[in-house]
């Protein structure tokens, strides 16, 4: 089959043939519909060495980590599913037995060096004909919906409807949230915030004018542009207080430096985007018992959960497919800014 691999760092991937994998005891290979082009994978790609270290990679390896699709295999002993049954995968594959991972926390799996997802780095991902899942738990029921389209639901919408779900105490009415960085995530996290809180007030803020237009259509009652009039504005609009929930998914120097302005006494400043900036934090920043956290993915109930509202009609992706050939200039694409909502390949279309 063919496979869009990570060949080597600070390089594109290209298109290699490999060996359709065989499913070993317990693992289930699935026919994959999409799989979206996440901009975790250009910072990888753009990496010097691996962050984690080298062990935590096996080069090469099948770029992909937002994938969903149909089983076409089940190993020996593996049940619960059967061919055909449309899936959407779990990516933060955990260990299954520590205390996270019994509670469906596999992202914070807390065995040494934690979960190891396909497509980022030690396990191939899904930007190939098939995908190799190593155990059934991994694996959630699509019900009505369209694998080649359902995938982004599993990071861009999993990520988001995580990080948003622990402030959700915080999102009654009269209060605000402030999503920065209206792409793949972006667009996700302001449904998101719209489904489960109809009354909060939510701003979009981008660097990109057509990005901010589709935040709106998406539910965003504001779209700024990235800067200091957007503190500016944010500020009045809350009568100086700042927002309730402030969602930095770019995480550069000039987009903390924002969300620390725009937050709020007691508010939540999110930490999603992987732009490496940095915060300085002491007793007069950020504002008094704002909690400052940067989460990792989300658990698997949270993407049944996910599943459901995109089933209800909740969230809606805007999806972009290109054929594996075209891979490659996905990718060129999301970095230059010119995917409209997220990018999915389909190496079965
Ligand atoms: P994307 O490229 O689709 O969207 C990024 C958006 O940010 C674009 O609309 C862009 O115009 C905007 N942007 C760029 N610079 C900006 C600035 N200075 N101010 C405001 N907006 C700006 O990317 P994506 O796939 O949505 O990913 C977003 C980030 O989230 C990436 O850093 C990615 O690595 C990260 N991510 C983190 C997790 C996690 O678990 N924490 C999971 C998935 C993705
Ligand atoms: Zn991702
Ligand atoms: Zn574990």
Redesign the pocket.
């Known amino acids: 089959m063919k496979a869009f691999q990570f060949v080597e760092f600070q390089k594109p991937g290209k298109l290699r043939e490999v060996p359709v994998p065989e499913p070993g005891p317990g693992q289930v290979l699935v026919k994959i519909g999409g799989a979206?082009?996440?901009?975790?994978?250009?910072?990888i790609l753009g990496m010097e060495k691996p962050a984690g270290g080298i062990e935590s990679f096996k080069i090469p390896f099948t770029l992909g980590h937002?994938n969903a699709g149909w089983v076409e295999k089940l190993g020996p002993g593996a049940t619960g599913f059967a061919p055909g049954d449309p899936v959407i995968v779990y990516g933060p594959w955990g260990c299954g037995l520590c205390m996270n991972c019994r509670l469906g926390m596999e992202?914070y799996c807390q065995r040494p060096g934690g979960p190891t997802p396909g497509g980022l780095g030690k396990y191939d991902g899904g930007m190939a004909n098939y995908l190799l899942v190593p155990a059934t738990r991994f694996l959630v029921p699509l019900g009505t919906l369209d694998p080649v389209d359902a995938a982004p639901l599993t990071?861009?919408a999993l990520?988001s409807y995580?990080?948003i779900k622990r402030s959700y105490h915080l999102l009654g009415p009269g209060s605000t949230a402030v999503v920065?960085?209206?792409?793949?995530?972006?667009?996700?996290a302001i449904q998101i915030l719209r489904a489960l809180s109809a009354s909060t007030r939510i701003v979009a803020?981008?660097?990109?004018m057509d990005?901010l237009e589709i935040a709106k259509r998406m539910g965003a009652d504001e779209g700024l542009?990235?800067?200091d009039k957007a503190v500016k504005r944010i500020n009045d609009m809350t009568r100086g207080h700042g927002a309730e929930l402030v969602l930095d998914?770019?995480?550069?120097n000039?987009?903390l430096q924002?969300a620390v302005q725009i937050a709020r006494v007691l508010g939540h400043l999110t930490?999603?985007?992987?732009?490496g900036g940095t915060l300085p934090v002491n007793f007069f920043s950020p504002p008094h018992e704002c909690s400052v956290a940067?989460?990792?993915?989300?658990s698997i109930p949270e993407l049944m959960e996910v599943v459901s509202l995109g089933e209800a009609g909740k969230i809606k992706i805007l999806v972009e497919h290109f054929p594996l050939e075209r891979a490659g200039e996905a990718y060129h694409l999301?970095?230059d800014?010119k995917?409209q909502?997220?990018a999915v390949i389909t190496p079965n279309a």
């Open positions: 979206g082009a996440c901009h975790s994978d250009l910072h937002e992202n990071d861009a990520t995580h990080a920065i960085g209206a792409g793949g995530l972006g667009q996700m803020v981008d660097t990109a990005k542009l990235s800067g998914l770019v995480g550069i000039p987009t924002m930490i999603v985007g992987l732009g940067s989460p990792f993915w989300g999301l970095h800014g995917i909502g997220r």
